[in-house]
């Protein structure tokens, strides 16, 4: 019998068969779009009790080269990310996002869309979409008798 070193969680994360299946999940969930356009840039969207928080890394871009658009229960952010130009560059190796970046996420109902924020900060953009008063969490208080 063989030993096998098992992968850590986080070269799984990375695996291309991995993210597949995530976007399937996300799919079945509606919480994203099929394919985002352009590069892929880390996002992480998450539940609070009182909203729906979406942050996005957007390492050397300012306020105002992003665009946030909410529409119905899609929010799409766009942004140009910089090419360098010139050839006189010889890559090695290209893993900076470049180009136009595009990405649209399928919320669940109940946000308060005149109560969105934005904000960036030190290259992460953060986005907090309130929920309407019948979507939060509400706690029932159990009588004992």
Known sequence: MALVRMQSPRT???DPMFDAVDRLFDLAQGTTTPTPAGPDVATDLYE?????VLEMAVPGLAAD???VALENRDLTVRA???AHEGDDR????RGLPRGTLSR????????????????VHDGLLTLTLP????AKVKKIAIDAN
Not at 48 to 52: F, L
């Open 65 to 67: 080269d992003l665009d």
């Open 80 to 82: 140009d990310l910089p």
């Open 90 to 93: 010889r890559y090695w190796r």
């Open 104 to 119: 649209t996420f399928r919320l669940p109902d109940g946000v308060d869309a005149d109560a969105v924020a934005a904000r």
């Open 48 to 52: 609070t009790d009182e909203a729906w």
């Open 12 to 14: 799984f994360a990375r």
């Open 131 to 134: 929920k309407v008063s019948e």
